[in-house]
């Protein structure tokens, strides 16, 4: 006998109130996680009060950008291990001992060494990409796998820098003469992001059942029973029962999954090293855009190219995410009897609009810095999935991270060396970016590399 039992969607409202806690804390999580992309905000007060120099202020945000990728693989490994609620956990203790010892520093205005801005700064990356990865990768655990259930805490991790820069307006951060007041705000990151990070660390750790579920019972037949002389010794039903989903199966079942397979494939060399370009330039700009805005003539307008950078790169994660969903559906099998994933070459085209930036405007500079930026970020974790497997996609995206890791001190470095110099306009970093662009240039064979490598396995 069969009979189907259905329960609604939260049709307990203790289920309701789960789902509620868990989303709460992958919102806040995401929205509060970029303070260190805030830097442009205080620059200024750092130029003014501690007469700190352009390559002094380069390297405190670069080891903010920085900051992200040494534990980036320590992280992933803490997700698969453990789960996202601790990364969540260690970024409430980053953040508050980071950004609470620097507004304490700036408050005192002592005699200390800006290397220890450096290391706080530092520590405060590493709290950001633990927060990202505890939002990244509990709603992938919670949710159906996919894009769409990434791009919410990719979209509003993009968002962060633009809502803290609302933030940093309100009256209660503002100097008399109208300029951010760092310590105070600085301090409002320890507290405020600090404790949002406490309490999501106990939300990430709720499991709801999101969608309806249809238990069909059925009975099972006495194997015992109605036997003869012709009744087979092994049953085909009894060894994949009906209606069971496939079993899943790798895209390669019989290679290696270790670290070391991993990094023997020269395709991972050349997509971290395009990951390298795109991500590095970027982070250049986002980094620097406060400096740039000083070097040319007319009203200081660095928050609006911030919340420029955060809108684009928020539009560009949000919906790189369900594209790459449509580009790149579930695997399908073929005639084999095997999995594969048809449109992966599809994925790397997504790439393309990343290199397509423009120094001719700040506008454009900052829209298109955060479309690459966010772009990027978004469809990394889905091309490492779709083509390494995601058994160890914690693992796999955290080595990718490495990537920029290198890129973002070449490219932010080669700014502050150029731009150190006694320069006005446009001069301070046209060099800087005509550079850059020629080595975007020279990442399109890497792509066209793996364009034809992964158009390979259909």
């Not at 992280?75 to 507004?103: E, H, Q, R, Y």
């Not at 010794?233 to 670290?259: A, F, G």
Request: proline share 6%; charged share 10%; glycine share 8%.
């Amino acid at each position: 006998m069969e009979g189907t039992r259905t329960v609604e969607v939260f049709s307990c409202p203790l289920r309701l109130l789960k789902c509620a806690f868990f989303w709460s804390s992958v919102v806040m999580n995401s929205i509060t996680a970029g303070g260190i992309f805030c830097f442009p905000l205080i620059a200024p007060y750092l130029s003014q009060h501690l007469h700190l120099t352009q390559p002094e202020m380069s390297s405190i945000v670069l080891a903010g950008m920085m900051g992200q990728y040494p534990f980036a693989s320590a992280w992933g490994i803490a997700v698969d291990k453990i789960g996202p609620w601790f990364c969540s956990l260690a970024a409430a203790i980053l953040l508050s001992t980071s950004f609470g010892t620097f507004s304490y520093l700036l408050s005192h205005e002592g005699n200390f060494s800006h290397r220890w801005l450096v290391l706080l700064f530092f520590l405060a990356g590493s709290a950001a990409v633990a927060s990202y990865f505890s939002a990244l990768f509990a709603t992938r655990y919670q949710a159906r796998p996919g894009g769409l259930a990434t791009s919410i805490p990719l979209a509003l991790f993009g968002l962060s820098p633009l809502f803290l820069s609302y933030v940093a307006s309100l009256p209660t951060f503002q100097l008399d003469n109208g300029e951010l007041d760092a310590p105070r705000f600085l301090w409002f990151l320890a507290v405020g992001t600090g404790g949002i990070h406490l309490i999501s660390a106990f939300g990430l750790r709720v499991r709801y059942d999101l969608t309806s579920i249809d238990d069909t019972v059925v009975e099972t037949p006495n194997p015992a029973r109605n036997l003869s002389e012709r009744t087979p010794l092994l049953q085909k039903s009894l060894i994949t029962p009906p209606n069971s989903p496939p079993r899943p199966v790798l895209e390669y079942p019989e290679e290696d999954s270790s670290v070391i397979a991993l990094l023997s494939d020269s395709s991972f060399w050349i997509f971290a090293a395009v990951f390298l370009v795109i991500t590095g330039s970027s982070e250049m700009v986002i980094s620097n855009i406060g400096s740039i805005v000083m070097t040319l003539p007319g009203t200081d307008n660095t928050a609006t190219q911030v919340r420029l950078i955060s809108i684009a790169n928020t539009l560009a994660r949000l919906f790189s995410g369900p594209l790459a969903d449509l580009v790149s559906p579930v695997a399908e099998k073929d005639a084999c009897g095997s999995y594969k994933f048809p449109t992966t070459r599809r994925l790397s085209r997504m790439i393309f609009p990343c290199l397509a930036l423009s120094t001719s405007s700040l506008p454009i500079l900052s829209v298109g810095t955060g479309l690459a930026y966010g772009a990027a970020w978004a469809v990394i974790p889905s091309i490492t999935g779709t083509v390494w497997g995601f058994e160890n996609l914690g693992r796999n995206f955290g080595i990718v991270s490495y990537a920029p890791f290198i890129g973002t001190p070449i490219f932010t470095y080669l700014y502050a060396c150029i731009g150190s110099e006694d320069c006005h306009g446009r001069n301070c970093w046209s060099t800087t970016f005509l550079i850059s662009a020629g080595v975007m240039c020279m990442s399109l064979a890497g792509i066209v590399t793996l364009w034809k490598r992964w158009s390979k396995m259909l």
